[in-house]
């Protein structure tokens, strides 16, 4: 069975800095894709960042130049360097993994990032 686990979230000021986890476990883990979303009462899920296989990232518009995506396959992990927080960037941060056999996605239960100002 597949799981996907976030760690990292939590209450920080505004200007502050977190790192966001995420492991994938389960059998047969073949990764494509890695993202982080967010979400917001009332409000769609949005894609934050997203991270190929090879490296190449891309980033939602509000978030680029503060946030840093990275990845490691031995690990099956993806991260989330999120740095210059704002109240706006506060929401539940959820991960998601496609994987390569099928093309299914995954996501995990989600973890609170709160911003204060």
């Known amino acids: 069975q597949v799981q996907l686990v976030e760690s990292g979230g939590g209450l920080v000021e505004a200007g502050g800095s977190l790192t966001l986890s995420c492991v994938v476990s389960g059998s047969r883990v073949d990764l494509n894709a890695m993202a982080w979303y967010r979400q917001t009462p009332g409000k769609e899920r949005e894609l934050v960042a997203r991270?190929?296989?090879?490296?190449?990232?891309d980033y939602a518009d509000s978030v680029k130049g503060r946030f840093t995506i990275s990845r490691n396959n031995a690990k099956n992990s993806v991260y989330l360097q999120m740095n210059s927080l704002k109240p706006e960037d506060t929401a539940v941060y959820y991960c998601?993994?496609?994987?390569?056999?099928?093309?299914?996605?995954?996501w995990g239960k989600g973890t609170l990032v709160t911003v204060s100002s």
């Open positions: 998601n993994a496609v994987f390569i056999l099928g093309g299914v996605a995954h």
């Open positions: 991270i190929n296989r090879g490296g190449i990232t």
